[in-house]
Nanobody
Framework: QVQLVESGGGLAQAGGSLRLSCTAS????????MGWFRQAPGKDREFVAR???????RYADSVKGRFTITLDNDKDTVYLQMDNLKPEDAGTYFC????????????????WGQGTQVTVSS
């Protein structure tokens, strides 16, 4: 099975920065597209950002200009640099992969990580 290992979550002040990373196990399938969703308590899961192996990116309107997603193709690792954090960015961030970009974009995905917590203080 595919294993996704996330790291980088933690506490930041509003206006601060965090960097998340997610690594798929070597030889993992269904990792053409990799990205992030997030979920705050009591709220629906929402799309944040994704990238595919052609380095085509997509961002939610709420994070564009503040978050940057990058991909190391050789290491099957995706990064999310989060700058100018806002309190509404807080939540659990889940790494997700898809065999196609569309499978990730639609929220179906193929494999999901366990999640990493992001807290933003006012």
């Amino acid at each position: 099975q595919v294993q996704l290992v996330e790291s980088g979550g933690g506490l930041a002040q509003a206006g601060g920065s965090l960097r998340l990373s997610c690594t798929a196990s070597p030889g993992a399938a269904a990792t053409y597209a990799m990205g992030w969703f997030r979920q705050a308590p009591g709220k629906d899961r929402e799309f944040v950002a994704r990238i595919n192996r052609n380095e085509i990116t997509r961002y939610a309107d709420s994070v564009k200009g503040r978050f940057t997603i990058t991909l190391d193709n050789d290491k099957d690792t995706v990064y999310l640099q989060m700058d100018n954090l806002k309190p509404e960015d807080a939540g659990t961030y889940f790494c997700v992969t898809g065999a196609t970009t569309l499978r990730l974009d639609t929220g179906s995905g193929d494999y999901w990580g366990q999640g990493t917590q992001v807290t933003v203080s006012s």
